[in-house]
């Protein structure tokens, strides 16, 4: 099998955003590692809201969209989580969000996330520890 870095089969690796968001009542979910179930899934229960302008003020490279790899980077660290859905969420620099390119590769680290765990957490501590 052939090995590739990390950082070749994505579009790019990035982290939530470093301010602390606005809060709201409503609004767009702010998902936090405590949201990341022992299934490696997103549990939208008990969120915390920011404001929709909040969201919609931030680069792309910060929003999570469907195809995407989310990662604890911080506490519970090395949780992977991929987004099979389509829903707007916040996070911050807890969790980094990894945008795999849209290749054949990309459906494989989707599926079998665990196969590239060793890998991703190497990747992720020398990049995001702090």
């Known amino acids: 099998m052939e090995t590739k870095k990390l950082i070749d089969c994505c579009e790019f690796i990035s982290d939530g955003d470093h301010l602390p968001p606005p809060k709201s009542d409503s609004g767009v979910p702010f998902i936090t590692i405590s949201n990341i179930t022992g299934q490696n899934k997103l549990s939208f229960e008990d969120t915390m809201f920011v404001p929709e302008s909040y969201y919609n003020g931030l680069n792309e490279n910060k929003k999570a969209k469907k195809g995407d790899i989310l990662y604890s980077v911080v506490g519970s660290f090395g949780k992977p ?10 996070f911050q620099r807890h969790i980094a969000i990894l945008r795999p390119k849209r290749c054949p590769f990309a459906i494989w680290i989707g599926n079998k996330i665990h196969i590239v765990r060793e890998r991703l957490d190497k990747y992720i501590d020398k990049q995001f520890r702090i």
Do not use: I, R
């Open 81 to 90: 989580v991929y987004v099979d859905f389509d829903k707007q969420m916040v």
